[in-house]
C-alpha cells in the first residue's frame, strides 16, 4: 500500500531556531515528492518539489533533501519566523497512472513561539 | 500566488439543503480535483478532471457531484446536505505535466 509518513506530529519552537521535518515514503513508482505549507484554514502552497535526480532543493530559509533509494526526504527551516507557523504536508506522486496520483501525508503542525 | 479561487469560503447550513460550491481557475489548467480534508487529517481526492466534459470520481467515497462544462470552471454539488458532509473542501488544478498543483483557499463547510 502507498502511504507517506511524516514525523513529528507536533512541534513547538522558538522564533530564530531551526527545525527538520521528516517524511517517509513507500509509494512507487516514484514520480516526484512535494513539500507544501497549508496555513490554518487555507489552501496548501508549493514550497519545493524534487524528482529522483534531486537530492536537494532550496527555497529562502527552506531546504528539502530527498534520499529515493532509503525513500526518505526532510524539511529543513532555518531562523525560524512566527510566520512560519503552518501545517507542512510531504506529499508524493506515483507515475503509475496518467492522473499522476499524489499521496499526502498527515502534516507536521509547526508552531513557532516569541 | 495560484489564480484559484473558491467560494464561498465558509458556509453554515441546515440537513437538506443542496449546495454548490465554486471553483474557478484562470491558468488554463486542463486538469482540475476536489480534496476533502478533516482537521488534523491528510487530503482525499473525491473527485478529478482531465478537461471539459471529463469527471471521474476519487479514492474517497463522496455522495457529492461535480461538472466541467468549461475550463476554468469545476463547482461540486451536494443534493442534500448531512452533518456527515462537514468538512474542509479544497479545489486543484494542474497543467498536463503535472508538474505542480496549485489549490484554491478552501470552504469550510458546517452542516447542522
Known amino acids: 500500500k502507498n502511504q507517506v509518513e511524516q514525523s513529528p506530529q507536533s512541534l513547538i519552537i522558538l522564533e530564530g531556531k531551526n527545525c527538520t521535518l521528516q517524511c517517509n515514503y513507500t509509494v512507487s513508482p516514484f514520480s516526484n515528492l512535494r513539500w507544501y505549507k497549508q496555513d490554518t484554514g487555507r489552501g496548501p502552497v508549493s514550497l519545493t518539489i524534487m524528482t529522483f535526480s534531486e537530492n536537494t532543493k532550496s527555497n529562502g530559509r527552506y531546504t528539502a533533501t530527498l534520499d529515493a533509494d532509503t525513500k526518505q526526504s526532510s524539511l529543513h527551516i532555518t531562523a525560524s519566523q512566527l510566520s512560519d507557523s503552518a501545517s507542512y504536508i510531504c506529499v508524493v506522486s506515483d507515475r503509475g497512472s496518467t492522473l499522476g496520483r499524489l499521496y499526502f501525508g498527515r502534516g507536521t503542525q509547526l508552531t513557532v513561539w516569541p | 500566488e495560484a489564480d484559484i479561487y473558491q467560494t464561498p469560503r465558509y458556509l453554515v447550513i441546515g440537513t437538506g439543503k443542496k449546495i454548490t460550491l465554486e471553483c474557478s481557475q484562470t491558468?488554463?489548467?486542463?486538469?482540475m480535483y476536489w480534496y476533502q480534508q478533516d482537521p488534523g487529517m491528510e487530503l482525499h481526492l473525491i473527485h478529478y478532471s482531465y478537461g471539459v466534459n471529463s469527471t471521474e470520481k476519487g479514492d474517497l467515497s463522496s455522495e457529492s457531484t461535480v461538472s466541467r462544462i468549461r475550463t476554468e470552471h469545476f463547482p461540486l454539488t451536494l443534493e442534500s446536505a448531512r452533518p456527515s458532509h462537514t468538512s474542509q473542501y479544497l479545489c486543484?488544478?494542474?497543467?498536463?505535466?503535472?508538474?505542480?498543483?496549485?489549490f484554491g483557499p478552501g470552504t469550510r463547510l458546517t452542516v447542522l
Open positions: 486543484a488544478s494542474s497543467d498536463s505535466n503535472d508538474n505542480e498543483q496549485f
Open positions: 491558468m488554463g489548467h486542463d486538469k
